[in-house]
């Protein structure tokens, strides 16, 4: 199996082992698609079976069958939730997973410029944080201005940096 990061458990909620859920999807309701999610201990993953989801604001509350009541929903604060990535949605054309997109090598028209070391999600945009040797990192918006080709196969981004944006 391999494992994306899909949310994290951030409280409890209520008494009955409900827990409240910031997700790392693009909607919300995105993570109603996943059945089970994994949590990861040290050298053991615990499957976690999802079957109630309700809305509040921007998180989840989640109810899983393997918690029962607040003292157990307490061990799972802070926990990571994982996702198999053979029960997550086909992406469209040109949308990528962020794990996917980490570690790809950056290029221009003059070469090689760094590596994308995160991708921050302001909203309106995606930007790359390319992390550079010797300089600041670039933060390269994901505008079609910009970004040109995303490689998954050959592992590379090839950009054009706008006037303004090296500085």
Known sequence: MEFLEVGKIINTHGLRGDVKVMPWTDTPEDFEDIPVVYIKRKDETEKLTVSKIKYQKNNL??????????????????????????????????????????????????????????????????????KREGKKNLLLPVIDEVVKEVDLENGRVTVHVMEGLDE
């Open 61 to 130: 509350i989640v109810k899983f069958k393997e918690i029962n009541d607040i003292n157990e929903a307490e061990k799972y604060k802070g926990i990571t939730l994982l996702a198999d990535r053979d029960d997550l949605w086909e992406l469209e054309e040109g949308v990528y997973y962020i794990a996917d997109l980490i570690g790809l090598d950056v290029y221009d028209e003059n070469g090689r410029i760094g590596v994308i070391a995160d991708v921050l999600n302001t909203g309106a945009n995606d930007i790359y944080d390319v």
